[in-house]
Structure formats: C-alpha cells, structure tokens
C-alpha cells in the first residue's frame, strides 16, 4: 500500500502526469495542489481547468522562483467543478480563508510595511502594529499594509487617547487595576471592570476609523450624544462630545482632501521593474484620502498584477470595507469577474473603471507616481544588496549569489545561562521571521565551565539535524529545501569552524553547505581545510555584509542570554525558602506570573497555588517582609 510519503512529485513520473492531466475536464472551477505529505501547497480557480493546471508542467512556460519551487513537489491534483466563473472565484476565496495555503501568498512577506491588529480572537481584544500577520488565529483582523508608519502610530496614539482601551498584554498587579485605569485610559480590563460586551462595542468603533468610515462613526456618535443629553444623561453626552472632538482632530490631522466627495472609492496603479512589481492603493472615503496602502509582488502582465492584488486584498476585509467604484490604472483581465463576485460580498454594485480623463484619471496618476516612487527606492536597495551579495561570493568563490545566509553566535557569563542565536538574512536583508533562540543543553556547558565549541557544535546538529535524515534516507534535494541555507557563518575563529565542520561532516552534509567564520579580533574571514584566514580588504561590500550577519547574531544572542539570566536570578531568591522546591517555585511562577506579585501576596493568595499549604505560604511571606 502506497502512504502519502511514498508518493513522488507528478515531475518525476511523466506518465502518472499525463494520465492525471488527461482526467481534469475543460470546464470551470477550483484546482488543490497537494504535496507527498497531503498538505495543500496552492489553491487556484479557472474558467478551463485542464489549460490551466497544464501550463503549471509546460517547459515554454516561464515560471517565478517560487512557482518553480512549488511544481516541484506537486504529487497530487485535485479539482472541484463549479457552474460559473463567479462561483468558482467565491469559492477559491473561501477556501484560501479556510487553508491558508503556504504558495498562495502572491505579495510578498518582506515585513517592509506595517498593518494594524485587532485582536478579536481574545475576550479583551488589544490593538497594536505588527509587520507579521498570523494565519492560525482565523478571528483576528489585520488592517494595512500602511506605507506610513510614523502616520499610522500618531493614529494609534491619537485613537487611544479618545476611547478607553486595553493598555497593557499582562496586567501590572494582580488584584487591582493600574493607573491608566485611574485616568481613564483603560476601562480596567484586568479586574473585568468593563464586560466584554461593552468592550467589543468601543472597539467596533475604533475599527470603523481604520475601515474609512470615520464619518459613518462621527455621525452614529453624534445621535448617541443629542439622545443621550435629551435623556439628561449629561455625563454620557459630555463623554461622546470629548470622543467627538478628538475624532476631528484625527480627520484634520490625518487626511488629504479631494475634490470629489460623492463616492468612496480605491485608486491601485502599479510600478513594474525586472524583478519586483509595486502596487500603491489609496483608500477615498468621502472626498478624503484614509489609507495608503503598498504591496510587493512578482512582476508580470500589469493588469493581471492589479487583478490578483485585488482578489488577495479584498478576500482579507470585511464586506463594508468595499468601496462602491474601484479605479485601476490598466484594463484587468477578469474584471468583470471581479466586480461581479465584490457586488456579491458587498450586497451592492461595486464598479471597476479605467479613467481616461479628469479627476478621476489624476487620482489614478497621483497613486502611480508613488508606486514608482516605492518602486525606485526598493530597486536602489535591491542595486546596493545584489553588490555586496556578489563581492562576498567573489571573496568566498561561491558558485552562485547567496540567497540565504545564516549566521550563529554563542553567549554566556563563564558558562552560566548559556544560549545561541540563528539569524537569517534573506538577499541580503535581516528576516527576522525565521530567527530561532537555542538553549544550551549539554551539561558540560555550565557555570564556571564554557565550552563555545562544543556548543557551537549541538546548535548546528540541531539545525541540521532533519536534512541530515533526508540524506540518509536518498530524499534530500538542497534545491527544493526552502529552509536550506546557501551560507553559513560561524562567530568564531578556527576552533569553533572546525567544530562546526564535524558536525556537517558527520552529517553527510559538508559538501552541500558553504561555512566560514568570522573571527572578532581582526575581523578575519577563515575557510574549512585552510590554515590562514581569506584576504579580503575589511571596506569591501562582500566583508561588510558578513559582518552586519554576525553582529545582528551577536545582538540577537545577548539578548536572549540576558533573558534567561535575568528569569534564573529572579528564581535564585525562591531557591532560598526552605521546603520551597523546583516545582512549587514553577506552581508559584505560573500562578502569579513574576517575582513581584509573589512579594505582594498575603498568605491567603499564596495557599490558592497547588501545593502550597499555610505554614509554607507563611515561610514565602515571612522571608518577604521580615
């Protein structure tokens, strides 16, 4: 019986393809790519299903890096046939919604732009900046990318400063709220002074800022408040009125006027170079400019481009956030399509409209000069990493420009809380989303005792640890190994290279990975079976990227380190109560969360945590308030 590991890639077995390819019918509908572990790689629609999967396997079609990568583990197709295009592209949304598959991510994750999170998947949702959005959590609601980010924190700022919100991730003190609760920043959240209820219902109204319907919001408001004071609730009335001003402010602080305030609508234009496409949409409600949003994606048929950024933008928003007229710089291919299935989620018509003339024509021009403005900054940095990333395989004699590099550091305080660090710079820029943290765990490795080789040593087998499994079992391919790094750099002389080699070496692995490491002391470049360092000028380009990786691995491990240095010398003060053991000090920890809630508590609070009886709970109080 053949098990979904057994199963190999539709490229390698020709006949099994064509056979597979053959079966798809000519007919409208969505199409699963699966790989060997059964795992969805992408979803996709099309009104002729058959063309379309084919083009995927043709040797003419010219592909991207990342659609190249995904074909090549492709072991399975399946198809579910629809009525209509629109039920087809309905379809696909919803299940990109359900599956979040990895390949369907058509912009790009480079974290250069920021969005702003609602938590709505917690009791008390908080609201704060990330440049990381996460899939697992369905509920939660990402607004963005913002292109501005100073504009988007005063917003923030300005927003939590009008209605009571959530402050803090932990509370400050377990039984009682903090002083943003006394001057009416916070609804007192930690004590559940507010319910949830209530709080969902000021938070509904502070996403409606960053949905672009502030005016919708000013005037619901404005009826709260003339009911409130015909009902004499004063108080209440003064509250929406202060909220009320607060939301002109951010009105005359944060928006652009237009001169056609009829209509609300998105502007999208696109600026293509050889490598990447940026894509600007400007957000207009009500005459006003709200949001300014920026996507990268890959290039291609322009208005094909603007045809798949809107698909993806508009399946993450909620059906109110769709504008009535929607006006594109290019002709889209399926725009028919597109505006038939928003009509479908809004409840009413949407328009998609290519101006030619007037204001509708300069708005659409205005967003293009910024998609090029985008566009030209990110080639300049493009320009600047593709230099350096080409003197440094110069310098190494690598046989292609290094895609990934990772880099490796050690910290410790003479073997006490000894930890690693791997950073990740992808085209030679930081991608902080694949940094890991390792803790030293050979007990040989301790205080008064520091061993960087040896430690060096178990990080890299870690890491390495399930390619060298692939290797062994006929399976590894560094080319379609997402994960595989074309560089390695060690913190480290000759000592912690050789180290690092053995490992590699003892992996089957040496002759897929390039490693170097840098030496701090003169900032010294040395090669596996070479005794002397490589000659390199410290100003070239290729040098300085090296060590931009190792101090950004510096950086991240000394952070870690003093982390764990500071959790272990908050316990060391536990260690100190007689009767009070490993395990009663992490019941302790869990319950109140730190040190300084365990110093407040009475002796009551302390006998709640398991394990922890009266006479005990009056030692823990005791040592604290002697």
Not at 30 to 49: E, H, N, P, T, W
Not at 54 to 65: A, I
Not at 399 to 419: F, M, N, T
Request: glycine fraction near 4%; include cysteine.
């Amino acid at each position: 019986m053949t098990t979904p590991r057994d199963r190999l890639p539709l490229l390698q077995t020709p006949d099994q393809l064509e056979t597979r390819l053959q079966e798809i019918p000519a007919e409208p509908g969505v199409y699963f790519m699966r790989d060997r572990d059964d795992a969805i790689l992408y979803i996709g629609k099309s009104k002729k299903l058959r063309s379309r999967v084919r083009s995927y396997f043709r040797n003419s079609q010219p592909h991207t890096e990342r659609i190249a990568m995904m074909v090549r583990q492709i072991c399975d197709i399946e198809i579910i046939i629809t009525d209509t295009e629109t039920e087809a592209l309905a379809l696909e949304a919803n299940l990109i919604k359900q599956h979040q598959p990895h390949f369907n991510v058509l912009l790009k994750d480079d974290k250069k732009y920021p969005y702003l999170c609602i938590t709505w998947s917690e009791e008390y949702p908080r609201i704060f900046i990330t440049r990381k959005r996460r899939p697992n959590r369905k509920a939660d609601r990402y607004y963005g990318p913002y292109t501005d980010t100073r504009l988007l924190r005063s917003t923030l700022g300005l927003v939590k400063r009008i209605f009571p919100l959530r402050q803090r991730r932990k509370p400050l003190f377990k039984d009682r709220p903090c002083l943003n609760y006394d001057i009416g920043r916070c609804p007192g959240v930690c004590q559940q002074k507010i319910s949830p209820e209530d709080y969902h219902q000021i938070v509904q109204k502070i996403a409606m800022i960053f949905q672009g319907r502030t005016q919708e919001l000013i005037e619901t408001l404005t009826q709260q408040m003339e009911k409130a004071a015909e009902e004499l609730r004063f108080e209440t009335a003064a509250l929406i009125r202060d909220r009320l001003a607060g939301l002109q402010t951010l009105g005359a602080a944060q928006k652009v006027s237009l001169p056609d305030d009829r209509i609300s609508r998105d502007a999208i234009a696109v600026s293509q170079g050889d490598r990447h496409a940026c894509i600007q949409l400007f957000q207009v409600r009500a005459g006003q400019l709200v949001g300014r949003l920026g996507f990268i994606a890959s290039t291609g048929e322009p208005g094909a481009v603007l045809q798949h950024v809107l698909e993806e933008h508009y399946r993450s928003v909620d059906p109110v956030e769709i504008p009535s007229e929607i006006l594109v710089q290019h002709d889209l291919p399926e725009g028919e399509l597109l505006a038939n299935w928003l009509t479908e989620q809004r409840g009413r018509k949407v328009s998609l409209v290519a101006p030619q003339r007037q204001l509708k024509a300069e708005l659409v021009a205005m967003v293009a000069r910024n998609a090029d403005r985008e566009l030209d900054r990110l080639q300049r940095q493009d320009e600047r990493n593709i230099r350096d990333l080409s003197d440094l395989m110069d310098i190494l004699d690598l046989p292609d420009l290094p895609h990934r590099i990772e880099c490796y550091d050690i910290s410790h305080v003479q073997g006490s809380d000894a930890v690693a660090s791997q950073v990740v710079f992808l085209d030679g820029v930081p991608a902080k989303q694949h940094y890991r943290r390792y803790k030293i765990k050979n007990p040989d490795v301790r205080s008064g005792r520091s061993d960087d080789f040896a430690s060096l040593a178990e990080v890299l087998g870690r890491r390495f640890r399930s390619h060298a499994q692939a290797v062994r079992a006929g399976t590894f391919a560094p080319e379609s190994a997402e994960d595989f790094p074309d560089l390695v750099v060690i913190d480290g002389g000759k000592g912690q290279l050789s180290s690092v080699v053995a490992v590699l070496r003892d992996y089957d692995l040496l002759e897929y990975v390039n490693v170097v490491s840098l030496a701090k002391q003169r900032e010294e470049i040395f090669r596996p079976g070479e005794s002397e360092p490589t000659i390199a000028d410290p100003d070239r380009p290729g040098v300085q990227l090296v060590r931009r990786t190792r101090d950004e691995a510096h950086r991240f491990a000394v952070s870690f380190h003093r982390q764990q240095r500071t959790e272990r010398m908050r316990r060391s003060r536990l260690d100190e109560i007689p009767g009070l053991g490993f395990q009663r000090q992490k019941e302790l920890l869990a319950h109140f969360r730190s040190l300084d809630y365990i110093m407040q508590a009475t002796p009551e609070q302390l006998t709640e945590v398991p394990g922890i009886g009266a006479n005990l709970a009056q030692q823990i109080y005791d040592y604290f308030h002697t």
